[in-house]
């Protein structure tokens, strides 16, 4: 079996590959004056059994087509079996169609990656609103790991969690702040959100604070910062003054940071490399990786 990083996947690859003492290789892959991609895989691919590793954000679309190009590549150089490593799945939040004429992007990359051969997928924290983890695919098995245990491992190492309090900023960050305040032995609080645009939230929450000074707000993905500013504001209203954020996916599109400024410190994975990456997700990938060696 040989390890193969993409454009965005490469640091992952490389920590998989170095703790399984596997081949490694890199994708060499440039822009050609119109935007178009180009691709190579620079060396004779011996071995039958290959893992491709890309996280695709930020630039989805460009990613996702390396990634094809990639995939198509392996099968016409006589490759049989394919392992897919994404660590930040892409366009995992459009999972219905709430207008008529909506694309359900979720369902059609889905289909597209079945349709290319893989086996099998592993990611990290994949973003399911409404759809169960087995229903993705009919044929290509998917494991989607969690990076919360070692976030709140991290975290337990570095900074004071004593009399602090968990927080999920939605109900879909319950099972994230569930996991983290377990490893903490800590208690935990959801907020509710209605969401009224792409960067315009209101939140309600049921806090009694009678004895937190400190609250961890944790999710799996922060992107334009929104949600998690609103959450900093309800925090501070309650005289909750240090305010720390943990998330599997900093996105982080500009200007997240500046709205995320209230909160003492922010700890990420690097499945999105930025600079809060504290957390390296290989190691786990690869734990979950050698059971198909």
């Not at 609250?215 to 504001?233: F, M, P, R």
Request: contains cysteine; negative net charge.
């Amino acid at each position: 079996m040989r390890v193969i990083g993409c454009s965005k996947g490469t640091h992952i690859a490389k920590d998989i590959a170095r703790s399984l003492k596997l081949p490694y290789t890199s994708v060499e892959t440039r822009f050609f004056p119109d935007g178009e991609i180009y691709v190579r895989i620079p060396i004779q691919i011996d071995e039958e059994d290959v893992v491709v590793v890309q996280s695709m954000a930020k630039r989805p679309n460009d990613l996702l087509m390396e990634f094809i190009f990639v995939l198509e590549t392996l099968k016409d150089m006589g490759v049989k079996r394919i392992i897919g490593i994404i660590p930040y799945f892409p366009y995992a939040r459009q999972d219905e169609r709430f207008k008529p004429g909506e694309a359900i992007s979720l369902n059609i990359v889905t289909h597209l990656l079945e349709r290319l051969g893989l086996e099998l997928v592993i990611t990290v924290d994949m973003h399911l609103h409404r759809k169960e983890l087995e229903s993705l695919f009919k044929e290509t098995e998917i494991i989607n790991v969690s990076a919360m245990e070692d976030l709140a491992e991290y975290f337990l190492e570095n900074y004071p969690s004593s009399d602090a309090l968990v927080i999920a900023p939605d109900s879909e960050a319950t099972q994230w702040a569930k996991v983290f305040a377990s490893k903490l032995r800590l208690k935990y609080l959801v907020f509710y959100k209605e969401r009224k645009g792409d960067e315009n939230v209101s939140l309600k929450c049921h806090l009694d604070n009678n004895y937190v000074e400190r609250a961890i707000v944790v999710d799996d993905i922060v992107s334009t910062g929104t949600t998690l500013e609103a959450t900093a504001n309800v925090l501070l209203e309650h005289g909750i003054s240090e305010l720390y954020a943990v998330f599997t996916h900093g996105i982080l599109v500009p200007p997240a940071e500046h709205k995320l400024s209230k909160f003492k410190e922010l700890i990420s994975t690097d499945t999105v490399v930025n600079p809060y990456s504290r957390v390296r997700v290989g190691g786990l990938l690869a734990k979950t990786l050698v059971k198909y060696l």
